[in-house]
């Protein structure tokens, strides 16, 4: 979920709800990006640059557009943890969907099932049924409780479904 707030400067920041272990992951990706793959691109580019004329040397170009995609990655990973709050276990419940939680929903139209694990945007994994608040599925559940039935508009249309059961998720 994302949430505003001001910095010192007025503007206004979005804040990231994220678990622990994605903090965790978040950090030791910035940390191998900043004291390991720095030094190996310096190192590529410094071979690539022993190969003569500038001009056509494609393996420098290429080097360099690498170099600054991992610089790019390194300034978005630092933006998102100092922007980030940790979910606090303890403040979830399962009386509503929220982030934290997870959901099974029985979809009206074809009387099928799913279970969906509710998770902040940078978290999203729809290969493992983990939810954004902000994807218009997640938007739609979150705040309704058990026996509700509620309607999801996503891209493909219209989704009327009935939450069955909330529980706590493993963070």
Do not use: C, W
Request: aromatic letters at 2%.
């Amino acid at each position: 979920m994302a949430i505003q707030k001001g910095n010192r400067k007025g503007k206004m920041t979005q804040e990231f709800l994220i678990s622990k272990s994605k903090l965790v992951e978040l950090e030791h990706e910035l940390d191998y990006l900043k004291s390991v793959k720095r030094q190996e691109m310096a190192a590529v580019i410094k071979e690539a640059l022993s190969h003569g004329d500038l001009s056509e040397n494609s393996e420098y170009d290429e080097a360099k557009n690498a170099q600054a995609i991992m610089e790019a990655r390194i300034v978005e990973l630092e933006k998102m943890l100092q922007n980030s709050r940790v979910i606090d276990e303890e403040s979830i419940t399962t009386d509503h969907v929220a982030i934290g939680v997870r959901v099974e929903v029985l979809f009206i139209d074809d009387d099928e099932t799913e279970i969906y694990d509710i998770v902040s945007s940078g978290e999203a994994d729809a290969m493992h049924n983990k939810i954004s608040d902000e994807s218009p599925l997640g938007h739609a559940l979150i705040g309704h409780r058990i026996g509700e039935v509620i309607t999801a508009q996503t891209p493909g249309g219209s989704l009327e479904m009935k939450i069955m059961k909330i529980e706590k998720q493993s963070l």
